[in-house]
């Protein structure tokens, strides 16, 4: 294979991260691949970024973007991370098919930009450094879609294809994600340097994160937490505890984000967790269908350690790995714990803020029930074993559209899908409760409706559309792709004309089965 040339595309870099030095990385170029083309480009996050409409169309971006050449005044690396994967210390990893590029500067601040799965680097182990096109076009969708719900994640700005053969289970085809963050540093990447007894360098880390990234650690995503301000009080002097407290709460708000919105990651090893609490590594992630707590999304997760119900407590499960990795510059374990418990009351807030905002209410509401609403919904959706997305949707509309505490009939549509006689009586039961809750707001119903149909999507990424898309793909025919692109970036608008993308699985679905094969 031929090496990449140089090319100029006039970007401005800063590659902040190359100041921590070789044991952090190993500089390496790109492995081209064979007949690049684009699978799609994201023109709107483009623009975010301060690009010009123009900026897919120059063929030298294209080789950028799928490895094909080094941009001028990138720096191309692999960096080292290690991490705990399913439960067991896996000892070192690190970017085994991810290739830092460095930093841009956009008008939106620095970002960082990767490509994924372009070529082996010295920590890809047995792997052959690569990405099948089927993974990149789900990471892909499944970033922005997480972006449009107001979720933290890393983020997407293409996909390019190949005609590069790859082998996983099948013979399939590979491809590379340009994936943009803030930063790509994981919890592994304190792990590996305290693993290894190399102090100085995990210092040097900490040092990097608090000094590069503390605005992106202490801004708050939507929830300012009651109690924050005290338990930072406690970390005033200490600030290796502070950046622990910080990611504590940036994680639970992460967990809370996910749980609210029927998310599975998959799988949650502690080198797929963002320092900065971002959604990261989208691999066998699933938005449910049916609600069910136990739902494992990973058919290699035989023992359910990443269920939909368990990611909280493994999001603390991780973090006190992080802490562990942090005590030796923490150098106080009771401090250390006390961050790492906050967790559980940085998670329960979070949630109650977000089930307040999903059943459309303002903080001015405040009642004694408010916090077992939106558990004792699921429960129901749960015993029904309904569609987690279609229920929630149907429910807003149906709040919305109705009059009053007496306004029962408003709330056929739900009635209608609960055929089970359990999850009727529950329903039948709790609906009184509920109309009378309402009617406590100082907002009216149809007021509320309307919030709810603002936090409550339409359209979230499902299994199913995810491979319609992927087979088309496969077969030469990117359309889908972008055509979901366009709908998961406003999963609340209607969009009518594509109503057929808001409902559950057709059966053909129930045998789609996602793993670690990527
Ligand atoms: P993941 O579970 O996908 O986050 O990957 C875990 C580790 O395996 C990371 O260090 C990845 O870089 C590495 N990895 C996964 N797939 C490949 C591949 N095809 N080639 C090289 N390394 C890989
Ligand atoms: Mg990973």
């Given at each position: 294979m031929?090496?990449?040339?140089?090319?100029?595309?006039?970007?401005?870099?800063?590659?902040?991260?190359?100041?921590?030095?070789?044991?952090?990385?190993?500089?390496?170029?790109?492995?081209?691949?064979?007949?690049?083309?684009?699978?799609?480009?994201?023109h709107?996050?483009?623009?975010?970024?301060?690009?010009?409409?123009?900026?897919?169309?120059?063929p030298?971006?294209?080789?950028?973007?799928?490895?094909?050449?080094?941009?001028?005044?990138?720096?191309?690396?692999?960096?080292?991370?290690?991490?705990?994967?399913?439960?067991?210390?896996?000892?070192?990893?690190?970017?085994?098919?991810?290739?830092?590029?460095g930093e841009?500067?956009?008008?939106?601040?620095?970002?960082?930009?990767?490509?994924?799965?372009?070529?082996?680097?010295?920590?890809?182990?047995?792997?052959?450094?690569?990405?099948?096109?089927r993974?990149?076009?789900?990471?892909?969708?499944?970033?922005?879609?997480?972006?449009?719900?107001?979720?933290?994640?890393?983020r997407?700005?293409s996909?390019?294809?190949?005609?590069?053969?790859?082998?996983r289970?099948?013979?399939?085809t590979?491809?590379?994600?340009?994936?943009?963050?803030?930063?790509?540093?994981?919890?592994?990447?304190?792990?590996?340097?305290s693993?290894?007894?190399?102090?100085?360098?995990?210092?040097?880390?900490?040092?990097?994160?608090?000094n590069e990234?503390?605005?992106?650690?202490?801004?708050?995503?939507?929830?300012?937490?009651?109690?924050?301000n005290?338990?930072?009080k406690?970390?005033?002097n200490?600030?290796?505890?502070r950046?622990?407290?910080?990611?504590?709460?940036?994680?639970?708000?992460?967990?809370?984000?996910?749980?609210?919105?029927?998310?599975?990651?998959?799988?949650?090893?502690?080198?797929?967790?963002?320092?900065?609490?971002?959604?990261i590594?989208?691999?066998p992630?699933?938005?449910m269908?049916?609600?069910?707590?136990?739902?494992?999304?990973?058919?290699?997760d035989h023992?359910?350690?990443?269920?939909?119900?368990?990611?909280?407590?493994?999001?603390?499960?991780n973090?006190?790995?992080?802490?562990q990795?942090l005590?030796?510059?923490?150098?106080?374990?009771?401090?250390?714990?006390?961050?790492?418990?906050?967790?559980?009351?940085?998670?329960?807030?979070?949630?109650?803020?977000?089930?307040?905002?999903?059943l459309?209410?303002?903080?001015?509401?405040?009642?004694?029930?408010i916090?077992?609403?939106?558990?004792?919904?699921?429960?129901?959706?749960?015993?029904?074993?309904?569609?987690?997305?279609?229920?929630?949707?149907t429910?807003?509309?149906?709040?919305?559209?109705?009059?009053?505490?007496?306004?029962?009939?408003?709330f056929?549509?739900?009635?209608?899908?609960?055929?089970?006689?359990?999850?009727?009586?529950?329903?039948?039961d709790?609906?009184?409760?509920?109309?009378?809750?309402?009617?406590?707001?100082?907002?009216?119903?149809?007021?509320?409706?309307l919030?709810?149909?603002k936090?409550?999507?339409?359209?979230?990424?499902?299994?199913?559309?995810?491979e319609?898309a992927?087979?088309?793909a496969?077969?030469?025919?990117f359309?889908?792709?972008?055509?979901?692109?366009?709908?998961l970036?406003?999963?609340?608008?209607?969009?009518?004309?594509?109503d057929?993308?808001?409902n559950?699985?057709?059966?053909?679905?129930?045998s789609?089965?996602?793993?670690?094969?990527?």
């Amino acid at each position: 294979m031929n090496i990449p040339a140089e090319l100029n595309l006039g970007l401005s870099w800063n590659n902040r991260f190359t100041q921590l030095g070789k044991s952090f990385y190993t500089h390496l170029r790109p492995t081209p691949l064979p007949n690049v083309h684009w699978v799609s480009c994201n023109h709107a996050l483009a623009r975010e970024m301060g690009f010009e409409p123009d900026f897919f169309d120059s063929p030298q971006l294209l080789d950028a973007l799928s490895g094909n050449g080094v941009i001028k005044g990138s720096s191309p690396l692999a960096s080292v991370y290690s991490g705990h994967q399913f439960g067991h210390w896996a000892g070192q990893l690190g970017d085994g098919r991810a290739l830092y590029l460095g930093e841009i500067q956009t008008t939106n601040g620095s970002v960082e930009l990767q490509l994924k799965g372009a070529g082996k680097t010295p920590y890809s182990r047995s792997g052959d450094g690569r990405a099948v096109l089927r993974s990149s076009i789900r990471e892909y969708l499944c970033s922005e879609a997480m972006h449009a719900l107001s979720i933290p994640t890393t983020r997407a700005l293409s996909i390019t294809g190949s005609k590069g053969i790859v082998y996983r289970e099948e013979v399939e085809t590979a491809a590379v994600v340009a994936r943009v963050s803030p930063s790509f540093i994981r919890f592994g990447h304190f792990e590996h340097f305290s693993a290894n007894g190399e102090t100085e360098n995990l210092k040097q880390l900490a040092d990097f994160v608090i000094n590069e990234y503390s605005d992106v650690l202490t801004r708050q995503n939507e929830i300012a937490l009651t109690h924050e301000n005290d338990i930072a009080k406690e970390v005033e002097n200490n600030k290796y505890a502070r950046l622990l407290l910080q990611v504590v709460i940036k994680t639970a708000k992460l967990i809370a984000n996910w749980q609210s919105v029927g998310f599975c990651h998959g799988v949650m090893n502690t080198d797929n967790m963002s320092i900065l609490g971002l959604t990261i590594d989208y691999g066998p992630f699933q938005f449910m269908d049916n609600f069910d707590v136990n739902h494992i999304c990973n058919h290699s997760d035989h023992s359910g350690r990443y269920a939909y119900g368990q990611q909280p407590n493994i999001g603390l499960w991780n973090l006190y790995c992080l802490g562990q990795s942090l005590l030796p510059l923490i150098a106080d374990k009771d401090l250390t714990v006390k961050c790492l418990e906050f967790y559980k009351e940085a998670f329960s807030e979070s949630m109650l803020q977000l089930s307040l905002k999903k059943l459309g209410f303002n903080e001015n509401i405040d009642h004694p029930d408010i916090s077992s609403l939106v558990p004792k919904i699921n429960s129901i959706i749960q015993m029904q074993g309904a569609d987690f997305t279609v229920f929630w949707r149907t429910l807003s509309h149906c709040v919305s559209h109705s009059t009053g505490p007496h306004d029962l009939l408003a709330f056929d549509k739900i009635s209608e899908m609960l055929k089970h006689e359990n999850a009727r009586s529950l329903w039948l039961d709790f609906l009184p409760t509920y109309l009378n809750l309402l009617s406590k707001s100082d907002q009216t119903n149809e007021q509320i409706g309307l919030n709810m149909l603002k936090i409550n999507p339409k359209f979230v990424l499902r299994n199913h559309l995810g491979e319609t898309a992927i087979k088309k793909a496969q077969a030469g025919d990117f359309s889908e792709v972008d055509i979901l692109l366009k709908i998961l970036t406003t999963p609340y608008d209607e969009h009518e004309a594509y109503d057929d993308y808001a409902n559950p699985p057709p059966d053909w679905a129930k045998s789609i089965s996602i793993s670690c094969s990527s």
